[in-house]
């Protein structure tokens, strides 16, 4: 006497499963209803201990004798502070950007022309 698989929904499995959640909800229930009878007072963590204003100033005392790195300050070379001139004003009070001198821009002028020639005689350009 067999009984083969057939094509509906299995009615026993799926009274049987309901059954099962069925009593785990009743058994949490219970226990939930169980230990809020007996839980009275739920201790709490001891307080943090307050801290001292006494150990932050000896802190503070600590960090004062501390050595600090030391910094290079750089001075400037002769050549930037004869460079260094009053910047002319705009009308509306802003400063403008210092202008490179003549002589640097003919040098850098002369030396871009000697690249370029250079190029010419290699067919690059």
């Not at 004062?64 to 004869?82: A, C, L, N, Y």
């Not at 000697?114 to 010419?120: I, L, R």
Request: hydrophobic share 30%.
């Amino acid at each position: 006497n067999m009984k083969l698989g057939g094509l509906g929904p299995d009615y026993e499995a799926i009274k049987e499963k309901k059954q099962k959640l069925r009593l785990q909800k009743e058994y949490s229930r219970q226990i939930n209803e169980y230990n809020m009878k007996n839980i009275i007072v739920v201790q709490r963590l001891p307080a943090k201990p307050q801290v001292s204003s006494v150990s932050r100033q000896k802190a503070l005392e600590y960090a004062k004798k501390i050595p600090r790195p030391k910094t290079f300050i750089t001075r400037p070379s002769d050549q930037e502070v004869k460079e260094e001139r009053v910047l002319p004003q705009a009308p509306n009070g802003t400063s403008l950007p210092q202008i490179p001198s003549l002589e640097s821009l003919w040098n850098r002028h002369e030396k871009e022309k000697e690249v370029v020639a250079a190029f010419k005689s290699l067919h690059i350009l």
